[in-house]
Every structure is written in C-alpha cells, then in structure tokens.
C-alpha cells in the first residue's frame, strides 16, 4: 500500500511501514555480523597461525585492510545511486499518471447524452469504462489479478454479464491481448448508435472521443511500461556498486589500532553503519518502485481506485446527471457586487466598509500582512513625484 506520513521529525523515524529500517535491516544484520566476525575471528586465526608472527600475516592483514579502505573512495556511490534512483522514481510517477480515471469522459458523456432515454446507455458506458480498467490493471497488478484471478471473478463483481463474457471469449481466442480493448469499442458503437436515433447532441463528439482516445492511451502507455523495464545492466550497475563497496567496508572499516580504546570504532562502526543505512535504503529506493503494481509498501492502491473510479462512474451517469441543480439565491458574493453598484451609480451614498467579513476570511487585499507585491518596480520619467510615491509604497499585484 501507499503510505501516507505526517508529523514531526522523531515520529517519523520511528515508523515501521514503508520506512529505511523495514528495508534494510536484513542487509544490515548480515553485514554487522560478517564485520563482528571479521573482528573477532581475526586475532584469534593469526595466535593460531603465526603465533611467533615470522609469517608476517598480521601485517599482511593491515595491509590489505588499508587497500580496500582506499577503494572505497574509489566508487562513485553517490553519484551511481543518484542517477539511477532519478531515473527509477520518474519512472515511478509517470506510471501513477498512466492510471486514467473516467469522470472526465463521463461528464463529456452527459453534455452529450443529457436525455433520460440515455440513462442506460450511460450506465452501460460507465461500466464498460471500469470493465477496461479491471481487464486491464489485472494483466500488471498483483492486487487486481488477486483480486479478479478469472474473469468468472469480474462476472461477480458485477462488472460483466454472461453474454458480455461469451463475446470477451470468441474474440481472444483469434486475437489474443485484444480483450481490454474490447469494451471501449463497445462503447463507441453505443454513442454511435444514441446519435443515429437522435437522442444525442452530436456537437460534442468530437470532443468525447478525444476523452476516449485519452483513456485508451493511458492503458497502452501503462502497458508499454510494464513490458519495457529499466535495462538490467543499468540495475546490475548499481547493484554491484553498492555491495561491492560495503564488501571493502567489511575490511577496510576494521579497527587496526587496538591500543586506542577511546576510539568509537573500536566497538561499533557508527559511521559505516549511517552510511549503509544511506546507500543500500537509495538502493532499496530504486528496487522498491520499479514495479509498483506489486504487494509492497509504497506500490500504488489500485483496488481502492478501481472501486472509487466505480462509485463515482455510476455517481456521474446515474444520480447527479437525473438531479436538477440547485435554484439560484442570493449569496454574500452577490450582495457585495450589488452593493458596489449601487455606491458607483450614487455618489451621494456614504461610503461604508466591505461586507465580505466573516470569521477570519477578508476578501479585501488590506487584510493581508503579506500581500503579493512586484519584484521590481521602474521609475518612469516626466512622472508626477506624488503619483510615483503612492504607487511605490503599494506595490501590490493587479491581480
């Protein structure tokens, strides 16, 4: 699911969903328990080695330690990591904007199908619009295809009848991959067939198709996504980078100089550790949201937009398109504008303050303690001094 966050900085470290230390932690004890047994084997496998230290494999071991410490400033972490973990959240968010939802056609659908003898070509429009999303969402969302593992689930659902099922099946036996598509033709055929029988207004077509062109893009551009994938040397890149450098970490982080004991690596590598929460988290970052259709944490909610897209579908078509608006009444806006006209057309009328206040709204641009004012402001020539200082001490936006 997505997680949503808010409050001050120490609860939000202490979060568990969604959160770094839910990432990481197995990283995080697999690498502090390979450094503590580098540590603590160490010593004890020289004693039994080279216990009259003629072998020289302590000083070896010092060697090699301060090597890998210096190829760790080798690797470009940082710069590896940023890039990639760009490139992945871009991706990431542009797959959310792929997840069409159907208001914007359905109230085009109104305009263009207003009568009451439209309502059931409304409704059957409205679904068909969420049948394309099930079908198609269930083909890259784990959550939808658990949800729906057969289309008898969607039967279920009330999304689909039997006869719309049977003609689902003739048509993706000949042409496989077809079947999400299927239903947006269906409801062109129905537009089609409410303007021949001269229940629709056919000056809005156009612009219905254009909603429908985009709501059919959005399932392909989702799909085009869900099959082209980041390179996998682009992943495998980074992948190496990272583990490679904790590798030398293992060794190059190691306490050589056992005589120090105020040094605070000689007990826990607290510096390493922050920075293994940093990088392999910006990691993890990356991995996380290459597939978010899937059951982690911060992948999108497609269940829930998929049963808010239908109530608010049948909503649209059903109770607000059958619903008359509200009669017109004179609201504090009104009056206001009324009573302006009124002090412009007399001008013996005294003037008195605004009535737009109420509560803590004032509409006036005095009540504001910061009103926007312009960046710069040029002195023009031949100007009346008193005008330039009146307007320079009021250097408000026109708004």
């Not at 993706?172 to 303007?195: C, F, K, M, Y």
């Not at 390493?272 to 992948?299: A, E």
């Not at 803590?360 to 040029?378: C, E, F, G």
Request: hydrophobic fraction near 40%.
């Amino acid at each position: 699911m997505t997680i949503s966050y808010s409050g001050n900085f120490f609860r939000l470290l202490l979060r568990w969903k969604g959160s770094i230390w839910r990432s990481v932690w197995r990283e995080l004890f697999f690498f502090l328990f390979l450094f503590y047994a580098i540590r603590f084997s160490a010593p004890h496998f020289f004693d039994w080695a080279d216990p009259d230290e003629t072998k020289g494999y302590r000083k070896i071991f010092k060697v090699m330690c301060n090597e890998f410490h210096e190829y760790t400033k080798m690797i470009p972490l940082t710069f590896l990591l940023g890039f990639y973990v760009s490139n992945v959240v871009s991706r990431w968010w542009r797959q959310f904007e792929c997840l069409k939802w159907p208001e914007d056609f359905l109230s085009i659908l109104c305009l263009l199908l207003p009568s009451k003898e439209s309502r059931p070509a409304r409704h059957q429009i409205a679904r068909y619009l969420n049948l394309t999303s099930a079908l198609a969402w269930r083909d890259v969302s784990t959550k939808i295809r658990l949800r729906f593992p057969c289309l008898r689930n969607i039967i279920d659902a009330g999304l689909l009848t039997e006869k719309e099922y049977e003609k689902l099946q003739d048509i993706n036996e000949p042409s496989p991959g077809i079947r999400w598509l299927t239903p947006l033709h269906w409801v062109q055929q129905l537009i089609d067939a409410e303007i021949a029988a001269g229940r629709g207004n056919a000056n809005f077509v156009s612009v219905a198709m254009n909603e429908l062109k985009a709501f059919r893009i959005s399932f392909r551009r989702l799909y085009c996504h869900d099959w082209v994938c980041v390179p996998l040397v682009y992943t495998q890149v980074a992948a190496l980078a990272t583990y490679s450098y904790f590798f030398f970490c293992l060794f190059g982080r190691q306490d050589l100089n056992h005589d120090d004991f105020y040094s605070l690596d000689s007990f826990f590598p607290l510096f390493t550790v922050v920075q293994f929460l940093f990088f392999v988290g910006w990691f993890k970052v990356g991995q996380d949201l290459m597939r978010p259709f899937g059951l982690d944490d911060d992948d999108f909610e497609l269940s829930y937009i998929l049963d808010r897209n239908i109530v608010t579908s049948f909503t649209i078509v059903d109770s607000l398109q059958d619903d008359d608006p509200p009669k017109f009444e004179e609201d504090v806006f009104w009056k206001h504008h009324s009573e302006q006209q009124q002090m412009h057309q007399n001008m013996f009328l005294p003037k008195v303050p605004s009535s737009l206040k109420w509560g803590r709204i004032d509409l006036s641009r005095n009540a504001h303690k910061h009103p926007p004012k312009l960046h710069t402001y040029l002195e023009m020539k031949h100007q009346d001094p008193e005008e330039y200082k009146n307007r320079k001490n009021n250097k408000f936006i026109a708004w």
